[in-house]
């Protein structure tokens, strides 16, 4: 409808609020960069649409779609900013989420890793009652015992209650029960039960998710609600979406119900971007990096595919829901570089953020950041920041380096920066480095997707560092996550447990399994108001080998209900147990542990067309940067001003609106069709 034309994308950032606009009558796409403003992100959202609103002429009642990527779940677990919290669960195990798993990350570590225990021991109450592992009721839910719980959870001034019973995922009676009963006496109080928000084996893994999403339905919820009060405010009538882990859209109420989902929203975009660009330009295996102001996020492509996992950590505590596979470290635009008590110099993971932000900012920030390093080499134009809108203080970043680098260590202020750059470089590589190597592939087989605010000033020399021979440049690469938003659709993930062996007779059970997660998907999807039409169901399994303690993730075609069918999903299991761990075992009973089902409801995303490039390039200018050591002079090209199929050579600076891309001596950048960007090695590394 031309009435509603407009396609909004925001994805709120620690340091910038970024967005992406389609207009879906012409295709055309528009990105726009504003600050992030942590004490109300929905103010810095907002400023976002008006200005794009403003600078693109639309009016916001043309606006039929917000979809917003938000890490307010996310920093809300990173800093610790939950209420007070209760747990109840089967008495004689309330201290499961302090005995975890036994697995170590340091195995000749003499005293305990410490543990992140979010509801203490005080406030973890235990129920008389017994499920079995088939669901069956072994011990009913003893009364009185529950009484008791009650009083102490209204006792102990918590303000949510997660419940999380053993085997409460087969059979969810007594955890229902207790709900109910938790809403009569205490209205007030916010409940998350594990049957809802991870019914899933594991009951170490189930119980952490489960306090995670009561803890954060208040944090989620205010903000949400605040959120919702401030469009209508504003006139913005259109519905609003809220971008999941899995890179699937929900609604403010699911969301606020299920809140857990949402620690990877923003990242998860980035990757739905960096894919399907990876796959318009031809490029099977790719490694996506998002280099923002805070965080440097890694996710891998292979075969034109992003990975998903069942499980995931944030923080240390491990999430069970299924989310993107990424890997996420403290290195940004905003990383602070300091010397430790021993001198050494450290870069991150402390940021300056948004507020102060980088000393250039001229924010009151007075500890030297990366962006201060890259404006003091001459790798950022100090009057050409964020498009001309927002001048850097050079003299203020040079101040701020020489007091607390370059002077205490006793050094020139070109090597103290250039020293800052490559500890980053390193801290990126090693990043991506962990990111293949545990999955036993090579770097070299790979291309690096650069994208984020930050991440083409050091894409070039972190592919260096790996051997990389090709990087590729989003054309619009600061606000890439916000692309992928955009064209997000509806997912709701659902699974089940059965421990079930795959073996000839098994297919009326995994029928009956599969049936019933399909029903429950379609009944969401039409709850969204979705027609039958714009639906999807997507099956897969958690299969292992009998015996082993974790399993793969296997899609299926169709449900395995019959013997033939059982037997080819064993044998897609045997290949990629080869391929995962260069070993298989077709001898050995294959066994499902969980049933899963992605029920996808399509949005009717239009396809961005690519803006027009100008036929003959326009001249560069020059400015002194330093490389390798040394100061050299490079040509400064505007991206927008890129001939179509033009082709440059470093030592050279491509600048954006919102972003800057170096191209060191080596390399040559080639502007795609498509207006991506794809710079390749001229010579052996």
């Not at 959870?153 to 997660?162: D, L, Q, R, T």
């Not at 205010?222 to 913005?236: H, K, M, N, P, S």
């Not at 940021?351 to 990366?370: D, I, M, Q, W």
């Amino acid at each position: 409808m031309t009435s509603k034309r407009i396609r909004i994308a925001v994805d709120i950032g620690g340091t910038f609020t970024d967005l992406e606009c389609l207009d879906e009558a012409s295709g055309t796409t528009h990105s726009f960069k504003t600050a992030t403003t942590p004490d109300d992100p929905s103010l810095g959202l907002m400023n976002a649409i008006r200005g794009a609103a403003a600078r693109f002429g639309f009016a916001l009642s043309e606006v039929g779609f917000l979809m917003h990527g938000t890490t307010i779940a996310t920093n809300a677990v990173l800093t610790r900013n939950l209420p007070d919290g209760a747990l109840i669960t089967t008495a004689g195990f309330e201290d499961v989420l302090e005995i975890g798993r036994h697995a170590r990350s340091e195995i000749y570590r003499l005293k305990p890793e410490p543990r992140a225990v979010l509801v203490p021991r005080r406030r973890r109450f235990g129920v008389v009652e017994r499920i079995g592992p088939a669901g069956e009721v072994l011990a009913p839910l003893d009364e009185a015992s529950l009484e008791a719980a009650i009083d102490r959870v209204a006792a102990s001034g918590a303000s949510v209650c997660a419940i999380a019973l053993l085997n409460g995922f087969t059979n969810p009676a007594h955890e229902i029960a207790i709900r109910d009963r938790l809403r009569r006496r205490l209205p007030q109080l916010a409940v998350s039960c594990s049957h809802e928000v991870s019914p899933e084996i594991r009951e170490f893994e189930r119980s952490s998710t489960t306090v995670l999403n009561a803890l954060l339905i208040p944090v989620v919820r205010r903000y949400i609600d605040a959120l919702l009060e401030r469009i209508a405010a504003e006139g913005l009538a259109a519905p609003l979406y809220l971008v999941q882990s899995n890179g699937g859209a929900t609604t403010p109420r699911a969301a606020s119900d299920a809140p857990v989902k949402l620690l990877l929203s923003g990242p998860s975009g980035g990757v739905l971007a960096a894919e399907s660009v990876a796959r318009q330009l031809g490029f099977a295996n790719v490694v996506g990096v998002d280099m923002g102001g805070t965080s440097y996020d890694v996710a891998v492509i292979r075969d034109g595919e992003r990975a998903v996992v069942t499980q995931g950590e944030v923080d240390g505590l491990p999430v069970r829901v299924p989310m993107v596979d990424m890997r996420t470290i403290g290195a940004g635009g905003g990383s602070i570089a300091s010397l430790d008590a021993s001198g050494r110099l450290q870069v991150g993971p402390r940021s300056a953020g948004a507020k102060p932000g980088p000393v250039c900012y001229g924010r009151g920030g007075t500890e030297p950041t990366v962006t201060d390093v890259n404006l003091i080499l001459g790798r950022l134009d100090p009057v050409a920041f964020l498009g001309g809108t927002f001048a850097l203080d050079l003299d203020a970043a040079r101040d701020a380096l020489d007091r607390r680098i370059a002077t205490p260590l006793g050094i020139e202020r070109d090597r103290a920066a250039a020293g800052i750059l490559a500890v980053v470089v390193a801290k990126l590589a090693g990043a991506i480095k962990l990111s293949l190597f545990e999955r036993g592939l090579d770097p070299r087989d790979f291309a690096l997707m650069s994208f984020g605010g930050a991440g083409g000033l050091h894409a070039l020399e972190v592919a260096e560092e790996l051997g990389m021979t090709t990087v590729i440049f989003p054309k619009d690469p600061s606000t890439f996550s916000a692309h992928g938003i955009l064209q997000s659709d509806v997912v709701h993930d659902l699974a089940r447990t059965r421990v079930l062996p795959l073996k000839p007779g098994a297919g009326p059970a995994l029928g009956e399994l599969a049936a019933g997660l399909l029903r429950e998907g379609r009944a969401l999807l039409a709850a969204d108001g979705l027609s039958e039409e714009r639906c999807r169901l997507d099956l897969a399994a958690d299969l292992r080998y009998r015996g082993q303690a974790f399993e793969l993730l296997v899609p299926l075609e169709a449900a395995p209900d019959d013997d033939a069918r059982i037997e080819a999903l064993c044998q897609r299991f045997h290949a990629l147990h080869r391929q995962r761990f260069s070993f298989d075992d077709p001898a050995e009973t294959v066994e499902l542990v969980t049933m899963r089902l992605a029920a996808v409801g399509l949005l009717g995303g239009v396809a961005a067309t690519s803006a027009p490039m100008p036929a003959d390039a326009a001249p560069p200018r020059s400015r002194a940067v330093h490389l390798n050591g040394a100061w050299t002079i490079a040509a400064v090209h505007q991206q927008e001003q890129l001939a179509a199929r033009a082709r440059l050579h470093g030592p050279a600076i491509v600048e954006q609106a919102y972003t800057t891309l170096l191209i060191p001596a080596g390399w040559s950048l080639a502007v795609a069709g498509s207006g991506d960007l794809v710079a390749t090695r001229e010579s052996g590394i």
